[in-house]
Nanobody
Framework: QVQLVESGGGLVQAGGSLRLSCAASGRIFKPYVMGWFRQTPGKQREFVAGISWSGDRTWYADSVKGRFTISRDNAKDTVDLQMNVLKSEDTAVYYC????????????????WGQGTQVTVST
């Protein structure tokens, strides 16, 4: 079983920055793709960013391109999400996800999930 644990969420003013981290542990299958999703009440879980095992391929939602950067450290089994120029609409619970291959933007196709971390952007 793979465990994913997110950290780094919190309250930030609009225009500010936050860095989320996710640590994978347990019976980790390698190689694996990692990603970030977010969810607000009453809405479906939304894809934010993904990164390949080697880090040479990244994917971003249009809404975060140019503001968010995903990166990973395979030696530590961690993935980070650097979020800059945050907007009120970025407020959500952010989830780390992992799978053997990139499953695209549909959260239902990703198999491993963290418990989520709250990000709140105030105006």
């Amino acid at each position: 079983q793979v465990q994913l644990v997110e950290s780094g969420g919190g309250l930030v003013q609009a225009g500010g920055s936050l860095r989320l981290s996710c640590a994978a542990s347990g019976r980790i299958f390698k190689p694996y793709v990692m990603g970030w999703f977010r969810q607000t009440p009453g809405k479906q879980r939304e894809f934010v960013a993904g990164i390949s095992w080697s880090g040479d391929r990244t994917w971003y939602a249009d809404s975060v391109k140019g503001r968010f950067t995903i990166s990973r450290d395979n030696a530590k089994d961690t993935v980070d999400l650097q979020m800059n120029v945050l907007k009120s609409e970025d407020t959500a619970v952010y989830y780390c996800a992992a799978d053997k291959a990139y499953e695209g933007v549909d959260h239902r196709l990703w198999n491993y999930w963290g418990q989520g971390t709250q990000v709140t952007v105030s105006t």
